[in-house]
Structure formats: structure tokens, C-alpha cells
T-cell receptor
Framework: GAVVSQHPSWVICKSGTSVKIECRSLDFQATTMFWYRQFPKQSLMLMATSNEGSKATYEQGVEKDKFLINHASLTLSTLTVTSAHPEDSSFYIC?????????????FGSGTRLTVV | SQELEQSPQSLIVQEGKNLTINCTSSKTLYGLYWYKQKYGEGLIFLMMLQKGGEEKSHEKITAKLDEKKQQSSLHITASQPSHAGIYLCGADTFGSGNTGKLIFGQGTTLQVKP
């Protein structure tokens, strides 16, 4: 079955530094990837939709200059949290969409827990 | 834009009891997904419903989509501590004129007391 690898699974960084999170589709080509953020005891909030070779589409209220998304290939999308602050501490999870499976084609990574100190 | 409303937001049940979680959409559902999660971990896919009136079961979990395709329910029979977690309903926005993407309801946190 489709597998999405997300790395790292957890990261601690100092306030003001940048952190990059990778999302890879291992056995399929993902023309579209999605990035979500989840705070404790809350649901997944869609941050942005990433299409290979084009600029990401950000949801309302998400700062595009703070959360840089790059989807340079059909198997890799990255989310960079720039100038991280403690309020950016959260659980980030990606999802890759395999067009061959249509509405059955969403596969999620295992998530990244970011702690900013 | 499409919105999903889940109820209840949290639920505490005694082991062995049945329970139901509801998910209501502001628009007709193209695809309705149910996931289970523990915070800080990945999502476990439970079921996907697409057709009006559709019902699917897996072990002690049954999910239904109403005929109008705007409401879904997740029913757990004889709950066990292993059922504890966050239950999320998600909707695929294909067919709504938007770029297809999966959005989620606010989640239902389930605790099962032994």
C-alpha cells in the first residue's frame, strides 16, 4: 500500500531558528501534498496545499512567509518553520494524494512533534 | 467553504457500553472519512463512505452516511479501552469546485473507563 514517510518524528529547536520537516511518498508519485497542524486536544487544521512545481496554496490565517512549503519533486514536499517561536510548538502532519486512487488516495505521514524552547 | 461539525466533542463511557459520534457537513459530502488518532501520533484510517445510505462495518465499529450525504455517524458497540482516542471525520472537497483536499471536523475525544 501507499506509504508516506515524514521526518523527523520529533524536533526541539531554539526560539528564532528555522526547522525543516520532510514528507516523502515512498512508493507513489504525489502531485499534491497537504500540511496540517494539530494542537493538543484539537483537530487537524489544514495549513496549505502543495502542488509539485508550483507555489503552495495557503489556508486563511496561515502566514506563508513563516511556513515555507516547497514541493520540488513528485515524491518530496518540505515545510520550513522560519524564525520559530514557542507558539509554533505543535504536531505537524503531512498527507500525500495519489491521483491514481482518487478519493481513496490520501495517505498520512506519522507526524512531527515540534517543540520550540 | 465546507465545514464539518462533530458531536460530541468529548465522551466518557464505561467499558462495554455502546456509543455514537456524529459528523455533520455544511455541504454535500463527496467522500466522508473516519480516522482514529492519539495526539502526537499518526492517523489510523477506519472507513470511507461515498454513497448516500452507505454503511460499513469493521469489527465493532460501524459507520453510516445518510441519504442526503450531509451527515455521518460512527457507532462503537461494546466499547473497550483500546477504542480510546480521538476520532476525526474528514471530508474530501472534490466536486465542490475547490482543489481536492481533506478537511477535518474538530474531533471527538473518547475515554473508555475499565
Amino acid at each position: 500500500g501507499a506509504v508516506v514517510s515524514q521526518h523527523p518524528s520529533w524536533v526541539i529547536c531554539k526560539s528564532g531558528t528555522s526547522v525543516k520537516i520532510e514528507c516523502r511518498s515512498l512508493d507513489f508519485q504525489a502531485t499534491t501534498m497537504f500540511w496540517y497542524r494539530q494542537f493538543p486536544k484539537q483537530s487537524l487544521m489544514l495549513m496549505a496545499t502543495s502542488n509539485e512545481g508550483s507555489k503552495a496554496t495557503y489556508e486563511q490565517g496561515v502566514e506563508k512567509d513563516k511556513f515555507l512549503i516547497n514541493h520540488a519533486s513528485l515524491t518530496l514536499s518540505t515545510l520550513t518553520v522560519t524564525s520559530a517561536h514557542p507558539e509554533d510548538s505543535s504536531f505537524y502532519i503531512c498527507s500525500a494524494w495519489d491521483r491514481d486512487f482518487g478519493i481513496y488516495g490520501y495517505t498520512f505521514g506519522s507526524g512531527t512533534r515540534l517543540t520550540v524552547v | 467553504s465546507q465545514e464539518l461539525e462533530q458531536s460530541p466533542q468529548s465522551l466518557i463511557v464505561q467499558e462495554g457500553k455502546n456509543l455514537t459520534i456524529n459528523c455533520t457537513s455544511s455541504k454535500t459530502l463527496y467522500g466522508l472519512y473516519w480516522y482514529k488518532q492519539k495526539y502526537g501520533e499518526g492517523l489510523i484510517f477506519l472507513m470511507m463512505l461515498q454513497k448516500g445510505g452507505e454503511e460499513k462495518s469493521h469489527e465493532k465499529i460501524t459507520a453510516k452516511l445518510d441519504e442526503k450525504k450531509q451527515q455521518s455517524s460512527l457507532h462503537i458497540t461494546a466499547s473497550q479501552p483500546s477504542h480510546a482516542g480521538i476520532y476525526l471525520c474528514g471530508a474530501d472537497t472534490f466536486g465542490s469546485g475547490n482543489t481536492g483536499k481533506l478537511i477535518f471536523g474538530q474531533g471527538t475525544t473518547l475515554q473508555v473507563k475499565p
